[in-house]
């Protein structure tokens, strides 16, 4: 009986949250005052700018997390995709972190397909590729192929720090974006909310 | 270099290239470390190549591998990281180092931080706070776990096999939840500092329930036969320098946890998992039971592990000197050796247990057939981002 995955699948009940959960504090949207020393400039003027922020903590106590984690910035939508959402991840010159995050949107907890969000295993039949990482040599050639071999309309996704700014590790990702999805990784929330709201759709 | 000395020719187990030196259990050696046994390319009848990656869905970071088959063996096999990143340390304080230094392997990086501060900590004489080794210890574990977690995943995803896959993502994903309430950060950025680990272990126990239902899966999953014939007499590999668990799952009794003190190991106690059959069956029952392992160690810790206690300051004796740290990594031996002058990096060298496990891999996985290969590349456990790094 032990082997009957079915039936201890059922048994788990369901697991997807409506709700967000557990939101660790340093990925989420930083507030304060005053003058900090921020390796990536990420507070300017006593503004923080997400794109940059690598959630290393040097600003705090004067800088604190606030728990905020729909922190993405959406350039454009696309609302074809609205029922069904084809995504291809691409590794540019990541430390691991940001494949880890995207990986975990398919976990029970946020259950990525129950908004028509898919992975899918070639840029062929992808309509956004999912770039992470900072941008490195032998990679440029490997996006180019990837963009061009997606189908239109298609959509250019840049998940954490180091592929929208180059954070502190190198230089950024050098294609027009839909969405900018901050975070040193970015929590899996912000990745959802973020994929969610570019294709169109409802939460 | 309090737990390392030079020596002028290796002894005891080999570890592996460290920069331009050879690491051994407790020697360091300036002879050379590569070992060239990989056969060349021999010709054979009908053979012809292909190419797999170095962007595939089914492989998670960038990595190619040139493959020459007849047509389902692997008869050769080559292999090119596709991510290179040149990460400069040399001139930055180990605070500013230590910015980039966490971010070299996300899913390792609490043993890629506790490997360098614990050679900065030699390399300037600093004693660690004992409530401080502790925490460490507990930040290993909890690496150890979200770790073979993920690969165990990853051989159930290969498997096809969804319910324990999605299953086995919703305990990774309870476990990176409870790092996130410890720490703050779920891969432990910005936590951790000379002789200091800034987290709160007040809910440490709560990694008992994500073990106790791991421990069903893994019954499940050793009952499976469709699992199990997958894994079994796929990528035997028997080499007195593979590390970790691909070592452990040969027999071979090699752990960094009990054969340096550099860490309080052997005064909390664990056994060290073995297997003995060598494959990528063996690596996955190593990987299971040293979850099980890594819960006893943190369920004893949360009885040891006082909050209350406020780590010092540290005291620095020098501030110029070298050091020399390794720690076992969820996928083996990890080492630093760093030299600093006038509190600067002024080298820095890296010793990366998915280099010495993508060679081991390599090894095993000639005369493999193709539906073999996802298989006994996961249970490897590699990531390219700290393999294609070059430290300066
Ligand atoms: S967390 Fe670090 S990078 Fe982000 S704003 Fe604060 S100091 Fe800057
Ligand atoms: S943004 Fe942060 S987590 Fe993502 S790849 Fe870069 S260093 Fe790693």
Same mark, same amino acid.
């Given at each position: ?203 | ?9 290796? *002894?005891?187990? $080999? ?14 050696? &300036? ?9 060349? !390319? ?11 990656? %170095? ?25 090119? #990281? ?39 900590? !030699? ?11 502790? $925490? ?20 159930? *995803? ?5 319910? %324990? ?38 809910? /440490?126990? $709560? ?14 999953? /050793? ?21 970790? %668990? ?6 071979? *009794? ?9 860490? %309080? ?10 297997? *003995? ?29 006082? !909050?209350?206690?406020?780590?010092? &300051?540290? $005291? ?11 720690? &076992? ?23 990366? #247990? ?39």
């Amino acid at each position: 009986m032990k082997n009957w995955w079915f039936l201890r699948g059922v048994r788990k009940g369901i697991l997807t949250e409506k709700t967000p959960k557990d939101i660790a504090e340093w990925s989420t949207e930083i507030e304060g005052k005053g003058v900090v020393n921020c390796p990536t400039k990420a507070i300017e003027n006593g503004k923080w700018i997400a794109e940059r922020c690598i959630f290393c903590r040097r600003c705090y106590p004067n800088y604190k997390p606030n728990l905020n984690y729909e922190i993405s910035i959406i350039k454009g939508t696309q609302k074809l995709f609205k029922k069904s959402f084809f995504i291809y991840p691409i590794d540019a010159g990541s430390c691991g972190g940001c494949n880890m995050e995207i990986k975990l949107i398919s976990s029970p907890q946020y259950d990525m397909t129950r908004f028509g969000i898919f992975f899918t295993n070639t840029p062929r039949h992808a309509d956004a590729i999912i770039v992470m990482g900072t941008l490195t040599e032998k990679m440029k050639e490997v996006i180019k192929e990837a963009y061009n071999a997606m189908p239109e309309p298609k959509l250019v996704v840049l998940l954490g720090t180091c592929a929208i700014s180059g954070g502190i590790l190198g230089e950024a990702i050098p294609l027009e974006a839909s969405v900018l999805i901050p975070g040193c990784p970015p929590n899996p929330y912000t990745i959802l909310d973020a994929l969610i709201k570019v294709k169109g759709g409802k939460k | 270099m309090k737990h390392y000395k030079w020596s002028d020719k290796g *002894e005891g187990r $080999k570890i592996g290239k460290i920069g331009n030196y050879c690491l051994y259990d407790k020697v360091i050696t &300036e002879e050379s470390c590569e070992e060239t046994n990989l056969s060349p !390319d021999a010709k054979y009848y009908g053979a012809f190549k292909f190419v797999y990656g %170095p962007s595939a869905g089914g492989l998670l970071e960038s990595i190619k591998f040139d493959i020459t088959t007849d047509g389902e063996r692997i008869l050769n096999i080559n292999s090119i #990281p596709y991510k290179i990143r040149k990460i400069k340390v040399t001139g930055l304080s180990w605070e500013d180092a230590l910015l980039k230094i966490e971010r070299i392997n996300a899913p390792f990086s609490a043993s890629h931080i506790i490997a360098f501060l614990l050679a900065i900590e !030699d390399a300037m004489n600093i004693e660690q706070d004992y409530q401080t080794q502790l $925490k460490r210890i507990a930040l290993l574990e909890l690496e150890r776990i979200r770790n073979h977690l993920f690969v165990i995943a990853r051989l159930t *995803e290969a498997a096809s096999l969804s319910v %324990p896959t999605f299953h086995l993502l919703y305990l990774i994903e309870e476990t990176n939840r409870l790092i996130g309430k410890l720490c703050g950060h779920r891969y432990f950025f910005g936590v951790n500092y000379i002789n200091k680990v800034n987290c709160n272990f007040e809910k /440490l126990f $709560k990694i008992l329930d994500i073990v106790k239902e791991f421990r069903l899966i893994f019954e499940g999953l /050793l009952e499976s036969r469709i699992f199990i014939d997958r894994l079994q007499q796929n990528g035997i590999l028997r080499d007195r320098d593979s590390i970790g %668990p691909a070592a452990r799952a040969a027999g071979l *009794e090699y752990d960094a946890r009990l054969e340096l003190n550099i860490l %309080p190991y052997k005064e909390i106690g664990f056994k060290i998992v073995k297997a *003995e059959d060598a494959d990528a069956f063996g690596r996955f029952l190593v990987r299971g039971y040293e979850i099980i392992e890594s819960s006893k160690i943190l369920i004893e810790l949360t009885d040891i592990i006082k !909050d209350n206690t406020n780590t010092e &300051e540290y $005291k620095a004796i020098n501030d110029e000197g070298e050091g020399l740290a390794r720690v &076992e990594s969820p996928s083996g031996d990890l080492a630093y050796y760093v030299k600093i002058k006038e509190g600067r990096v002024t080298s820095a060298q890296l010793l990366s #247990p998915s280099y010495v496990n993508l060679k081991s891999f390599m090894k095993s996985v000639k005369g493999t057939i193709f539906t073999d290969f996802q298989f006994n590349w996961e249970s490897f456990g590699i990531w390219i981002s700290e393999i294609g790094v070059n430290l300066e």
